[in-house]
């Protein structure tokens, strides 16, 4: 360590422990002044809150609540918010120091929500979009089953309207308390994304801001169509202190920096917050003309009107050639395609295509061209035109 570093982690320890100019144990919103967590100059809040919380003296971005964020993002009075009652419960009846239930009435009663993260709808520059804003002041934004329900949820609703998404995110991880079904939310929002992204063909914008990290990172934060991430943001998977233990060698300064990732090609673009909204605009204006979206028509959790034990027994039934009904079925459904095809030459029955035959059959509420005479084929995805 040179000795010039070595001044300066002294000084950004003595930042540490200077007491701050707020009521302690208070949301930093509550008392008149806070302090930079980066240049450590102190700053009125009133001010700073008119400045989007960007610091005076070295430009560095102090962290933003979201009703704060969504004030700033969409038009004024045109935010619809979704799913505001959904509220997290305790199945693992964890416990540490506290227990889990205590935690969330304490962070319940200090941000006013009810879990991590506010999704709606609203205007942004006029455009409507989805958007989904996590809070870092509710339990580090830890990601629990109501983070990914929320998330989901509002994933789900932009594709069948088709809206695009923006994510604006700032998480610790997947929350500890809620175990291995906070985990499962990684996958969920995955899902719905691939729906939203691959087969409707609409846009996802995730915001990364300081600090994104842990289950999120590993999830939906990175699967933007592009990644906006705020200067010097912190976005990384683990902690820098476990790399370095694992690697045994000392990581550069500037290591799960925003700019540290944009120049290694993890994201795509570094907005300060002033411009963010405009950029947001102008980025969904130039995918407003894209050709390929889809909206509504995609048959995301539709099933047919058939039980899953019927699915079943359907399937055993196809697979056991030795029933007597089967050969019946099967000569029914030979006869059936002479009929369709007008062709005496037909010899590709075999019991896939018996199979493949009476699944479609089941799903009356598909519209696919399943059989195709030309090919000889048989289409049982469905296509998205
Ligand atoms: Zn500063």
């Known amino acids: 360590m040179s000795i010039l570093s070595w001044i300066e982690d002294q000084r950004k320890l003595k930042l540490l422990n200077a007491p701050k100019y707020n009521q302690p144990d208070s949301d930093v919103s509550q008392g008149l002044w806070t302090r930079c967590d980066h240049c450590g ?8 809150k008119e400045n989007q919380r960007v610091c005076f003296g070295c430009g560095y971005h102090l962290q933003m609540n979201s009703t704060e964020r969504i004030e700033y993002l969409i038009d004024t009075g045109t935010w619809r918010p979704f ?8 199945p693992l009846e964890f416990r540490d120091q506290k227990a889990y239930t205590e935690r969330l009435k304490d962070a319940q009663e200090r941000t006013g929500l009810q879990d991590a993260v506010q999704t709606g709808t609203g205007l942004l520059d006029g455009i409507p979009v989805a958007l989904g804003v996590m809070d870092f002041n509710f339990m580090g934004g830890s990601m629990g089953s109501v983070v990914g329900e929320k998330i989901t949820r509002l994933i789900e609703y932009a594709t069948q309207e088709g809206l695009p998404i923006i994510l604006v995110c700032a998480s610790g991880g997947a929350r500890m308390q809620e175990g291995i079904l906070s985990l499962m939310q990684m996958a969920k929002i995955s899902a719905a994304l691939h729906v939203h992204q691959n087969c409707a063909k609409l846009l ?3 915001v990364l801001t300081s600090p994104t990290t842990g289950g999120v990172t590993a999830s939906f934060a990175m699967l933007g169509d592009l990644i906006f991430a705020e200067p010097k943001a912190l976005i990384g998977f ?3 202190r476990v790399i370095e233990q694992t690697l045994q060698e000392q990581l550069p300064d500037d290591f799960q920096t925003a700019e540290y990732l944009l120049h290694h090609g993890l994201l795509d673009l570094i907005v300060p917050r002033s411009f963010l909204k ?9 995918y407003k003309e894209a050709p390929l979206k889809q909206r509504g028509r995609i ?4 099933r047919g009107p058939m039980t899953k034990i019927r699915e079943e027994q359907i399937r055993r039934f196809t697979n056991s050639p030795k029933n007597p009904e089967y050969q019946t079925l099967l000569n029914d459904f030979t006869e059936l395609l ?8 037909f010899e590709v029955f075999d019991q896939q295509i018996l199979t493949k035959a ?3 059959a089941c799903k009356t509420e598909t519209s696919i061209n399943w059989l195709n005479f030309e090919s000889k084929e048989f289409s049982v995805r469905p296509i998205f035109n």
């Open 204 to 206: 996802y914008i995730s």
């Open 299 to 302: 048959p995301y959790g539709k």
């Open 278 to 286: 405009q950029a947001l605009s102008e980025t969904i204006t130039l």
């Open 338 to 345: 002479y009929l369709l095809n007008q062709e005496k030459n």
């Open 41 to 48: 100059v102190i700053l009125y809040i009133k001010h700073l």
């Open 238 to 240: 683990a902690g820098r």
């Open 358 to 360: 009476l699944k479609l």
């Open 83 to 90: 799913d505001e009652t959904v509220s997290p419960c305790d």
